[in-house]
């Protein structure tokens, strides 16, 4: 059925930069808001951004200014920028999106769902 798969963590330095991806696939209708979150290690996940369906976003604290979420609804992704990375943005990046899909079954009706990949790892090194 639906499935959110992230990519495009990975190690980086101090200062630097990554994008990471969130693709959503199968019987989709619409997405609605998208959230991004962050689980450090040994922490609970904690929101860091979201998006609405209408374009507005807003951001934790800890990654205003330095971070940019964005949509693509053509492609059904979304995406995190993030600049100035730090060490303590070291851990694993969940996407969130709140899906509206189509039924497997006939009469096709419309379902919600609130639907999470499996994450992607981000190591920041000092």
């Not at 959110?4 to 609605?32: D, H, M, N, T």
């Not at 979420?69 to 070291?90: G, H, Y």
Request: charged share 20%.
């Amino acid at each position: 059925q639906v499935q959110v798969v992230e990519s495009g963590g990975g190690l980086v330095q101090f200062g630097g930069s990554l994008r990471l991806s969130c693709e959503v696939s199968g019987p989709i209708f619409a997405l609605k808001d998208i959230g991004w979150y962050h689980q450090a290690p040994g922490k609970e996940r904690e929101l860091v951004a979201r998006i609405t369906m209408g374009g507005d976003t807003n951001y934790a604290d800890s990654v205003k200014a330095r971070f940019t979420i964005s949509r693509d609804d053509d492609k059904n992704m979304a995406f995190l920028q993030m600049t100035s990375l730090k060490p303590e943005d070291t851990g694993v990046y969940y996407c969130n999106v709140d899906v509206r899909y189509y039924s497997s079954t006939y009469p096709r009706t419309l379902l919600a769902m609130d639907s999470w990949g499996r994450g992607t790892s981000v190591t920041v090194s000092s």
